[in-house]
């Protein structure tokens, strides 16, 4: 994992081709070099006392959470692969997600399967700090239209085009984003969180013909696995 300090929002463990559950937390300052793992207690350390759960019991791909850490505007957000022993590498650019995020200033993100074809996609929403970047010619926007990544291969990732007239292509100052199946129909949905204004909600209408299953967990607490 490479040293250095840049400004970050939002940072969160996954095994991005897997189906683990992450946790998040905000950074104004992340030195990456900082960040550190506890093997014992199973979870990921950051300065400032994040913690990203990395709970045996979350099944992935390859056993092994991986980071991604969402930067300021000028800046790319980065991807880092777990190589197992402690050793993280920085796959951003690899992964194809370098570039596309410069521009934006990014918040919260997740990763999630958008077209249930087994691979989690990255949704970023993204909006400026500073509304007097309307009035100057740095190339971003106080509002700005949110990003969703899809994961081609389990390493590459794509932009999805944002289509005229959908939620992809709105211009808004988000600040954060949650993930879940909305109207019960298998497709996850997203709601946004923007300052000073209402909420979004992304539905999503991909219809791919790809399969999901849904459970109901039945039980008390002391059920295995229900926890
Ligand atoms: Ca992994
Ligand atoms: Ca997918
Ligand atoms: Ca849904």
Redesign the pocket.
């Known amino acids: 994992m490479a040293s250095g300090t840049r400004r970050s929002l939002d940072w969160a463990c996954?095994?991005?081709?897997?189906t683990?559950v992450a946790a998040t937390g905000i950074a104004a300052a992340t030195d990456y070099s900082r960040i550190r793992l506890h093997a014992g207690a199973g979870s990921a350390h950051a300065p400032g006392g994040f913690r990203c759960p990395a709970s045996p019991h979350h099944r992935?791909?390859?056993?092994?959470?991986?980071f991604y850490v969402s930067n300021f505007s000028d800046d790319y957000s980065v991807l880092f692969?777990?190589d197992g022993n402690g050793i993280f590498s920085d796959i951003t650019v690899q992964a194809g997600l370098a570039d596309p995020n410069i521009p934006f200033l990014k918040w919260g993100f997740g990763f999630l399967d958008f077209d249930n074809d087994g691979l989690l996609d990255l949704f970023v929403a993204n909006g400026h700090v500073f509304p007097v970047v309307d009035k100057q010619n740095w190339g971003t926007t106080w509002a700005e239209r949110p990003q969703l990544f899809r994961n081609l291969d389990g390493v590459r990732f794509q932009e999805v085009p944002p289509a005229v007239g959908s939620g992809l292509a709105d211009v808004i100052p988000a600040r954060g984003a949650a993930f879940g199946d909305l109207f019960n129909n298998g497709q996850i949905d997203v709601v946004i969180n923007n300052l000073d204004s209402t909420p979004t909600l992304l539905r999503n209408v991909v219809k791919n013909g790809n399969h999901w299953v849904t459970l109901k967990l039945i039980g008390g607490r002391k059920v295995r696995g229900t926890q």
């Open positions: 996954r095994d991005f081709v897997g683990a992935n791909r390859d056993g092994k959470l991986d692969r777990n």
